[in-house]
């Protein structure tokens, strides 16, 4: 079997704060914010498989052997998506995903990719004479098709909250722009 190509996410550590601290109630928003985070990634995941399934299934439809054949034209399915995860940064889109780590120390974090998977991991121990504590943290994200490993960033708030940038592509993998030169 193939060993899987994993890469190390490196993680800066910021001296700026996500959290607003003009509430009084910040860590009840900050955990209402964290679930509607998670069910959007869940709803970004689940419409990015459907918009790919569709895409195969129209492109892996027979033609009619007397008829020319067509290029099936490729959906450029990240403009499309309107999801609170996706930010405009000039020209690009980009993937903005945040995590609550602040129960963990930076060097108890780990941020990677295996293959396509955004992996987020956090443990902490704690022993003495007369208690033991232990936690871990352990988030998996699917990135979307034609994100490269090398181009995403990792930042972590004095306040505990990682986020992770990934650049998302221009064009649907294996389309490329031809410029069109005029004489």
């Not at 780590?101 to 955004?118: G, N």
């Amino acid at each position: 079997m193939a060993e899987a190509n994993k890469r190390n996410i490196p993680i800066k550590l910021g001296d700026f704060s996500v959290i607003d601290t003009e509430f009084s109630n910040i860590r009840e928003r900050f955990d209402s914010e964290m679930r509607k985070m998670e069910e959007e990634m869940a709803k970004f995941r689940h419409e990015l498989m459907n918009r790919e399934a569709n895409f195969f299934e129209s492109t892996s439809s027979t033609t009619n052997s007397a008829l020319p054949s067509r290029i099936p034209k490729q959906q450029n399915y990240v403009s499309d998506i309107s999801s609170p995860l996706i930010q405009d940064e000039g020209d690009n889109k980009v993937l903005k995903l945040r995590f609550d780590v602040s129960q963990y120390a930076p060097e108890e974090i780990v941020v990677k990719t295996v293959d396509q998977k955004l992996l987020v991991h956090a443990k902490h121990e704690e022993k003495s004479d007369t208690k033991s504590v232990y936690r871990e943290y352990n988030r998996e994200f699917l990135l979307p098709k034609g994100v490269n490993p090398e181009s995403i960033r990792s930042s972590l708030s004095k306040d505990g909250v990682l986020t992770v940038d990934a650049p998302l592509p221009a064009l649907t993998a294996g389309e490329t722009l031809i410029p069109i030169a005029h004489k």
